[in-house]
């Protein structure tokens, strides 16, 4: 101790006596301190490191605020017939078999594809006379009259046919997407005839063409789909759809809402759910009678950055209504699967922080939080403080961070309230506990 302030600010500091204990009692307590003041006193002595010796750590007692998980996903499939979708984008939440087979139904047996047939058209087609890409237009395609005569043909028969006027030239680009936009049977066999030849040779292309793409269990036996016998499982049609999406041709075409093509005339996309839920694809086909079917493509955002690309198909609906109702609520339910859980509001008190001296506040979240996460993935919390500074208020002495699946989230724990310094007599009284 290096004066006699100092001296005083000590006998301040001191504990009092009740006035009871009387005389005798304050003067043993002044000699004691004066005693001290002349052995251990002096800028070297135990009074000044005491003063400045490091303060112990505080104690936190907290409830670190645990965020409970959402409410577990409900996906929506049909009750007859099948589909399959697969996810991806999303493995981090929804696992790595998502981009396999996320959501099922009904099995995976070979059904009628209908006018999904015609997007293997489209295909084998392109693979023999490819594109450049959208904007190639490609060779020309002279339809002849034996070609023109398709269109009675198939108007007999009930399917859907396009105008093909007798002397009709037309881009293949554009000739393919007059088949695959209203769905025109005489347009896929005038196309399949163009480049094979004729149809029995473009089946034994389409058939060679399916086994090189691993597709075994796709039969192909006309350009049209109007014949039952062309079937394919849901997971064989996931593939051939994941194919064509990777084309830049047939993508660009499939989510072409309409388009008007010299001769031809307005044509119009048969996929009516084009831009729902992100939808961007691909072809519908059905042979009635509960036959209706959707191979489809989207790019549905789910609030996780990035959205997400699915492709999926659903085989044996009962109309033609009821399949694009099928594939909406299959699609909102896996986008309502996603959902922001709360994690804590600024302000919320999570804890105390106790000095060794007596000296006590709160520890408050420095921010309200939220995090996005799949269906019921459980979220884990874990807390981290530090031996304050300065004992201000709104100081920093720690984080909360929050983990549900590939997300994080974390706020600044703060201390509400002043946590008062260590008196003089307490620092001297206390040398075990000084640093």
């Given at each position: 101790m290096s004066s006699l302030a100092d001296f005083h600010d000590l006998l301040d500091d001191a504990p009092r006596e009740p006035q009871s204990n009387g005389r005798a009692g304050r003067i043993a307590l002044i000699v004691f301190l004066v005693v001290t003041f002349l052995v251990l006193g002096g800028s070297g002595g135990y009074v000044w490191w005491a003063s400045s010796a490091p303060l112990p750590a505080p104690s936190v007692t907290s409830q670190a605020p645990v965020a409970a998980a959402g409410p577990a996903a409900s996906l929506v499939l049909p009750g007859d017939g099948e589909m399959l979708m697969s996810v991806e984008g999303g493995e981090a939440y929804l696992g790595p078999d998502a981009a396999g087979?996320?959501?099922?139904?009904?099995?995976?047996?070979?059904?009628?594809?209908?006018?999904?047939?015609?997007?293997?058209?489209?295909?084998?087609?392109?693979?023999?006379?490819?594109?450049?890409?959208?904007?190639?237009?490609g060779p020309t395609i002279a339809f002849t009259e034996a070609d023109t005569d398709l269109y009675d043909q198939f108007y007999v028969q009930g399917a859907v046919i396009a105008k093909m006027p007798d002397g009709l030239r037309l881009s293949l680009h554009d000739s393919l997407a007059t088949m695959l936009l209203p769905s025109a049977a005489n347009y896929a066999v005038a196309n399949a005839r163009w480049a094979f030849g004729s149809e029995s040779a473009y089946v034994q292309a389409a058939r060679s063409w399916l086994s090189a793409n691993g597709l075994n269990d796709t039969r192909i036996v006309d350009a049209t789909g109007i014949d039952d016998r062309n079937t394919s499982t849901p997971s064989d049609l996931v593939a051939l759809g994941r194919i064509a999406a990777a084309n830049p041709v047939i993508a660009s075409i499939v989510r072409t809402p309409s388009i008007s093509v010299e001769g031809a005339g307005y044509v119009t996309n048969t996929n009516d759910l084009l831009g729902t839920l992100g939808i961007t694809g691909m072809k519908t086909g059905n042979l009635g009678d509960g036959t209706f079917n959707l191979l489809f493509t989207s790019t549905l955002d789910v609030g996780i950055g990035s959205p997400l690309n699915i492709i999926g198909v659903r085989l044996g609906g009962a109309t033609h209504d009821s399949t694009d109702s099928d594939v909406a609520r299959l699609l909102q339910s896996l986008q309502d699967g996603f959902h922001d859980v709360s994690l804590g509001t600024v302000g919320d008190d999570i804890g105390t922080i106790s000095t060794p001296w007596g000296s006590?506040?709160?520890?408050?979240?420095?921010?309200?939080?939220?995090?996005?996460?799949?269906?019921?993935?459980?979220?884990?919390?874990?807390?981290v403080t530090s031996t304050p500074q300065d004992?201000?208020?709104?100081?920093?002495?720690?984080?909360?961070?929050?983990?549900?699946?590939?997300?994080?989230?974390?706020?600044?724990?703060?201390?509400?309230?002043?946590?008062?310094?260590?008196?003089?007599?307490?620092?001297?009284?206390?040398?075990t506990e000084l640093g």
């Open positions: 087979s996320f959501a099922s139904s009904g099995g995976d047996d070979a059904r009628p594809i209908a006018s999904i047939a015609k997007l293997i058209t489209a295909l084998v087609v392109l693979d023999a006379h490819p594109l450049d890409g959208p904007g190639d237009p006590t506040a709160s520890l408050v979240l420095a921010k309200t939080t939220a995090l996005r996460t799949w269906s019921d993935t459980p979220v884990t919390v874990d807390l004992y201000a208020d709104g100081e920093v002495v720690g984080t909360v961070t929050w983990t549900a699946g590939p997300q994080t989230a974390s706020s600044e724990v703060r201390i509400s309230g002043e946590i008062d310094e260590p008196t003089l007599w307490w620092r001297l009284t206390h040398p």
